[in-house]
C-alpha cells in the first residue's frame, strides 16, 4: 500500500509555483492551514449564503468562519482567494463501492482519488472486504489519499446466509472485524433473516441494503433496516399480485396500487428507515436517451476498465425489451415515491452506487443530485442529503460549515442552491483539512488515464 510520503511529494511536483497549492509542499499537508478569504459560504445548515466570508481550515478541522474583515489569517497560511466562488461542506456517496480482493493496489487508490476528486469526502462501501478495513486506517492516517470510508463486509445473500446458524455466525463475525455495517444482498430466507436482525440489533451494527423477496418491504421496516438502498421493495409493496420482481419492480407498475403508498411512507417514518434511492442508477436504465449518446459523457473517459462503455452500451440498449411507456411509467412511479418519503420527513442519504453501469465513481453522485432535483426535491434539500443529512446518520455535528467542524470542503465556480449542476464545477476540494487545487485535480486526473 502507498507510504505516506508518496502523494505529497507526487502532489509538491505538481504545484510547483502554483500559490493556491504552495501548503502542499509542507511535509504534513493534512496538517497545514489554509485560509478561503472573501469566500460565499453555504453553511447547510440552512437554505443561505451568507456572503464575503473567510473561512480557516487547520489541523484537519474548520478552525474559525466569520466575516473577511474580521479575520485574523495566521502567518504562514496558504490564502485561497474567494472572491466569487462559493464553499460548503463536501458531498458523501453513501453507496459505494471499493475495489475487492483482487484488484491492483493503483486500480483501488485510483477509485479513491476519483471520488475526492469529485468533492465526494465520505464514501459508506456496500460490497465490503478485509481489504477495505486496512484502507479505511490508511485514509484516516493520511498514508493514501481518499474520502473517510465507512465499510459494511462481505455481502448476506443466499449464498452465505442460507441458514439461521450461518447468518448469525456471519453477524458475529463481522462484528468482530470491524466493519461499520452489515450488507443485505437479495435470497437471504426470512428466517435467515430474522435471525440476522435480531444478532444485529443485539451487538449493535446497523444492516442496510436491498430487501430480499422472502422478507419483504413491511418486514424490513419492522426490522429496522439503518437504510434501505435503490427503493428496493416498494413497487413490490404496492403491486397486487405476488409476480416475482424484474429489476426493482418495473414489470409491477402496471399492477401498483398507488392508495396503499401513503401507509407505506407512514411506517418508513415511524421506523425511521433511511432511504438512499441510487435513482440515477434507474434514469441511465431506463430513460430515452439513445446509449450511443450517453457513451459520450465526458466522465466516461475515467471508466475502470478497458470495455466498460460497451458493456453498458449493450445493457442499456437490453432494456428496451420493456416499452417507453413502461419505463416512463417505472421512472414517475420511483420520483412519486421519492418525493412522497422525502416530504413525509424521512430521512434522505446520498447514494449513486458507484462503480456501476454508466456511474463513474464520484462524477455519478452530480447525477443523482440532478435526479433528486428532478424528483421534486429543491436544490437545498437535494444538497442537504449529501451534507447536513450525512452528519445526523453519523451520529455527528459534520457536513455544516461552522467552526469545529471536520475540514471536508468542497470550493466552487458557481452556486448549487441557484442550478444543482454546479457542484461539478469545482474549484478545489478540502479533504481531511488537505486542501487540492483544481490545477492539481485535473493533472492527477489526467495522469490515470
Known sequence: MTTRMRTPLVVTALVTGCALGASLAQPDPYQATTAFV????????????????????????????????????????????????????????????????????????????????????T???????????SYRSSVTNGAVLGPRIFTSGPSFNDKTAPTKDAAVAAVVEQKKMGYDLLKIHPGVPRDAFDALAEKAHELKIPFAGHVPAQVGLQRAIDARYRSIDHLDGYIEALASKPEPSQF???????????????????????????????QVLMDNLMNDLPAEEMAKRPELQYALNPGDVQKWIALKQG?????????????????????????????????????????????????????????????????????????????????????????????????????IGNTSRIAGVVVNGRWLPKAVIDKRLGEGK
Do not use: C
Not at 123 to 133: A, E, K, Q, S, Y
Open 38 to 121: 472573501g469566500v460565499s459560504v453555504l453553511p447547510m445548515d440552512r437554505d443561505a449564503v451568507v456572503p464575503n466570508q473567510t473561512v480557516i481550515v487547520g489541523n484537519q478541522k474548520i478552525a474559525w468562519v466569520g466575516a473577511a474583515d474580521a479575520a485574523k489569517i495566521p502567518t504562514g497560511a496558504t490564502r485561497v482567494d474567494g472572491s466569487g466562488k462559493f464553499l460548503m461542506p463536501g458531498l458523501a456517496e453513501m453507496h459505494a463501492h471499493i475495489p475487492g480482493a483482487n484488484a491492483p493496489e493503483a486500480l483501488v487508490e485510483r477509485v479513491l482519488f476519483l471520488y475526492v476528486a469529485n468533492g465526494v469526502t
Open 123 to 133: 464514501i459508506r462501501g456496500m460490497l465490503g472486504d478485509p481489504r477495505h478495513l
Open 248 to 278: 426493482f419492480g418495473i414489470n409491477l407498475v402496471n399492477d401498483a396500487d398507488e392508495s396503499k403508498l401513503p401507509a407505506l411512507v407512514k411506517a418508513t417514518l415511524a421506523a425511521r428507515v433511511w432511504q438512499v434511492p441510487t
Open 319 to 419: 432494456y428496451t425489451k420493456y416499452s417507453q411507456a413502461d419505463r416512463q411509467k417505472f421512472l414517475t412511479l420511483r420520483r412519486r415515491i421519492i418525493r412522497e418519503l422525502h416530504d413525509a420527513g424521512v430521512p434522505f442519504a446520498l447514494g449513486s452506487d458507484a462503480p456501476q453501469w454508466w456511474n463513474v465513481p464520484g462524477f455519478s453522485v452530480h447525477r443523482e443530485l440532478r435526479s433528486l432535483v428532478d424528483a421534486g426535491l429543491t436544490p437545498y434539500q437535494a444538497l442537504r442529503t449529501g451534507t447536513q443529512q450525512i452528519g445526523v446518520y453519523l451520529g455527528t455535528t459534520d457536513g455544516v460549515v461552522a467552526a469545529g467542524r471536520r475540514a471536508d470542503l468542497m470550493l466552487l465556480d458557481a452556486n448549487p442552491l441557484q442550478d
